[in-house]
């Protein structure tokens, strides 16, 4: 069905891979079969986490394929950015969690992919760059030049785009790009007990406090307090709110359907 992604869904986590290896270089096609990976996993009842990762172990992605003759035209380009930037939207905005899984390199457009995710797990082995100035360009895809500073703040951001040097696993963990680093011998296990725990999770509350966190830097906190007694009511009156507070009180595990 893809040509550049594989997609996969067991025991509620869907997995998707970008499928280019050793580098998994960004090409229109491959982000055209993201767009269409995400709407899929958004419709499946059964998927409830989504896990993106790189095939191999050399990178996550090396960014995008400067190769790609697609692109070489105004218009292709400009259609090439307005793509990354609405996967960039779709990953933060996305209904269901999203862990992204990093091991080798992540580099411009990967990290644009890797950073919007709300969960971020790094290998010991990550090192992530964002260097476009020292290849003539800017980053483009609405992370660095429209919401790093949100996430790491103005000086750190102005030394990440600017110098563009090699970022470590443990520098990113420092710096608040990415949640957890984790040696690369353990790095599929905690991938996937992490998704496990998101898939346990009740999905309304899990929808309800990702678009709430986008609000408060997005719209503003009256938006996000809007959104946050808007779920309440709805949330409180719930199936899962009920089932719950049952088994917080049977000493059981809950089983959440959305409901």
């Known amino acids: 069905m893809y040509e550049q992604i594989a997609v996969g869904n067991a025991e509620g986590i869907a997995t998707v891979t970008l499928n280019k290896p050793p580098f998994n270089l960004a090409s229109f096609t491959m982000l055209s079969e993201l767009r269409a ?12 986490v989504v896990v993106l990762r790189g095939a191999g172990e ?13 692109r070489h035209t105004a218009e292709a380009g400009r259609s090439f950015r307005e793509l990354g930037r609405f996967l960039v939207d779709r ?8 862990i992204a899984a990093v091991r080798g390199w992540c580099i411009g457009g990967g990290t644009g992919l890797a950073w919007a995710a709300d969960i971020r797990i790094a ?13 003539g360009i800017i980053p483009t895809w609405s992370i660095g030049m429209v919401r790093l500073v949100h996430h790491i703040g103005r000086n750190r951001t102005l030394d990440l785009l600017l110098l563009g040097e090699d970022v470590t696993a443990a520098k990113a963990y420092e710096l608040g790009l990415v949640s957890k680093v984790v ?10 007990a992490t998704a496990r725990r998101l898939a346990s999770g009740a999905p309304l509350p899990i929808q309800a406090i990702k678009q709430a966190v986008r609000a408060q830097y997005y719209d503003g906190p009256d938006r996000a307090a809007v959104l946050e007694e808007a779920w309440a009511q709805q949330i409180l009156q719930s199936k899962d709110a009920k089932e719950g507070m049952a088994a917080f009180h049977e000493k059981r595990q809950a089983k959440f359907t959305g409901q």
């Open 37 to 48: 990976a995400f709407d899929g996993i958004e419709k499946d009842p059964g998927a409830r």
């Open 183 to 192: 040696p690369d011998a353990e790095f599929d296990a905690t991938v996937d």
């Open 91 to 98: 990953i933060e905005t996305f209904p269901k969690p999203v």
């Open 123 to 135: 290998s010991e082995t990550a090192k992530f760059r964002a260097g476009d100035v020292y290849l």
């Open 58 to 70: 050399r990178a996550f992605s090396a960014g995008a394929d400067l190769g790609d003759e697609s």
